[in-house]
């Protein structure tokens, strides 16, 4: 049985890596991608996990293949495409460490996933499905992504859902929104940034935007992260929002995946329904989930910067998280 099994992209994050004697930028050879992040967070946490996803038959196929083994995701569900490449994707930093990507992928072997080539069996044998909309942003892989995570929640799994917006990946806009929306139906765990709740929503408040998710979707758990300030959240008719940790951020590729893979793993460690959970309780796994997203901060890639349970806990045992939730009415 996995704790946790997701499905989508795992590619090549080229990070900045210093200059040449030509003052050029030099770029390192990082494994990322939004759901193989979570999965190596989650495994290196002591969590079983497993990864369904389609790379190229090249040399980076093969390396981010040997990365999830070495870092204990099963990988039985990795396919090899001899007609496509892996995907790469180039990190530009900013002075704080923020990062944007450019993506070589026209096509990427991520899309080209088909609906044969995933085994239901290792979804059926499992506790959560983790799914994004990166993997649905073109054919065949978005309608491969729709019949996984179908088969999921009609399984009785958990859904863990990141829209993971990446605006240069959607041919048009409106798609883009219709299709995260469809993700948004399968959901009982939803991670997205503030610039991702505007997108959907189309408001910038995070009380009115999460309860236009909930009312709209039943959403159960929306984690809306805000960077270094934190973690908004709401269950059900309640919010609140955790603060986050103080760190010296260098790259923060991964830190929104290291936040949800926190979060995942207090939910299986809790053993909880989500409908069971208390205020208290999200508050108290926000926080320890801040504290796993800080730390990923604190060094370059996504993968290899997922910390070890000793190392969340030395910072969450400093927290400057408020301890109590508030009330909507609170909050207002």
Known sequence: MYDVIALGEVLIDFTPAGKSENR??????????????????????????????????????HFLNSVLQNNNVNTKGVVFSKETNTTLAFVHLDDQGDRSFSFYRNPGADMMLNEREIDLKMIDHSRIFHFGSISMTQEPSASATLKAVSFAKENGLLISYDPNLRLSLWEDLNHAKSIIEVGLKFADVLKISEEELEFITGTIDLNMGSE???????TKLILVTLGSD???YRLGFNVGKCSGYEVEAIDTT?????????????????DYLLSDL????????????????????MKKGAIPAMPSIEEIHELYNKTNCVKKGISLNEYN
């Open 24 to 61: 050029e930028v030099q770029f390192e050879q990082n494994p990322g991608g939004a759901p193989a992040n979570v999965l190596s967070a989650l495994a290196k946490l002591g969590k079983k996990t497993a990864f369904i996803g389609k790379v190229g038959s090249d040399q980076f196929g």
């Open 230 to 232: 934190g973690c908004f």
């Open 212 to 218: 236009y998710i909930y009312e709209r979707f039943h």
């Open 278 to 297: 208390s205020l208290d309780d999200v508050n108290q796994m926000v926080s320890f989930a801040n504290a796993v997203g800080a730390l990923a901060t």
């Open 254 to 270: 991964g830190a929104g995946d290291a936040f949800l893979a926190g979060i995942l793993y207090q939910i299986i460690e809790k």
